[in-house]
């Protein structure tokens, strides 16, 4: 009985892998039709939504589904060679394709340094894609954007203030929709664009995993964190939350992913789309001390005199 089953396994695999077709450069894909009755042509734009896993567990690597959509320009000269770009021109709006990357071909193309953990031998990367809407012209593109945009910040507000609820925590929204929990606001005056704080913090997914302290036992540093506010250096969702504090201050930012790191993420603990909390302690406001003066190529060094 056993063998049989296996035998039957077998088949199946096999049955599933016959149903893919290759590409000139050996892609396998297989398409399950839409409806749609025009192929995309290049020039054209399209907004799909698209996923790829990896390994037996089928890690994610990306994934826009349930997110912002990705939207791309169809250009059939520079689809790339072994590339999921070189079946949109075999796809209709409405279409659903199935594709398997090979890791060994990956590495052998030079489209991956090395194998890793992640990407091993005789592994495939497993991706989907569904063409959802197709475009003649960009600024069409940049108007749906935007309502995805719209659509993805409203979900992940919605989201955090579930966990606040969840959590009984009392928050401040900040325009941008990061919602601060004010512990100890600190003294006067709290913090502003142009001011350097110097904090202690622990930030960590909605689901408790820790990707970065200075502070108590999960601490992979103990210095604090000087940050300008107004100038780059820590994510947007901190500076927005780190205004409601004055010296001494202390509390929660928790962050939506678009104020974060947004559809990348930060692998390997913080996803695509992550939702972020900070713990946050403002040990010190000061004066932030000038900018460091712009080097030009082929301009002499400035030199400073006392």
Do not use: W
């Not at 450069?25 to 790829?52: C, D, H, M, R």
């Not at 030079?110 to 592994?123: L, S």
């Not at 559809?263 to 000061?286: A, R």
């Amino acid at each position: 009985m056993k063998i049989i089953t296996t035998i039957v396994a077998l088949a199946l695999v096999l049955a599933s892998c016959s149903q893919y077709d290759k590409t000139k450069s050996g892609l396998a894909y297989k398409i399950t039709s839409g409806g749609g009755k025009e192929k995309i042509k290049s020039g054209q734009f399209v907004k799909l939504n698209i996923k790829f896993t990896v390994g037996s567990k089928d890690s994610v690597l990306n994934n826009t589904f349930g997110h912002i959509p990705a939207y791309l320009m169809v250009d059939s000269s520079k689809a790339g060679k072994y590339s999921f770009l070189e079946l949109l021109p075999l796809t209709a709006a409405g279409d659903k394709v199935d594709f398997l990357l090979s890791i060994d071909t990956l590495k052998k193309l030079g489209m991956i340094p090395d194998y890793n953990n992640v990407f091993m031998r005789k592994a495939n990367i497993k991706g989907k894609f569904e063409v959802v809407k197709v475009f003649a012209k960009e600024s069409e593109v940049n108007e749906d954007y935007q309502k995805e945009l719209s659509i993805e910040k409203d979900k992940e507000i919605a989201e955090l203030d579930k966990y606040a609820k969840d959590k009984k925590y009392t928050t401040v929204k900040t325009p941008g929709g990061v919602l601060v929990v004010v512990d100890n606001a600190g003294t006067e005056p709290k913090a502003d664009t142009g001011k350097q704080l110097s904090i202690y913090y622990k930030g960590y997914t909605v689901d408790g995993k820790v990707f970065d302290s200075n502070m108590g036992p999960d601490a992979k540093h103990k210095d604090p964190l000087n940050v300008v506010l107004g100038r780059q250096g820590v994510i947007q969702g901190m500076q927005e939350g780190l205004k409601y504090f004055g010296k001494g201050g202390k509390g929660k930012l928790i962050i939506p992913a678009l104020m974060a790191y947004g559809p990348q993420g930060n692998p390997p603990v913080i996803p695509p789309y992550g939702n972020l909390v900070f713990d946050v302690e403002v040990s010190d406001i000061t004066v932030a001390p000038p900018p460091a003066p712009r080097q030009f190529p082929g301009m002499p060094q400035m030199q400073q005199h006392p």
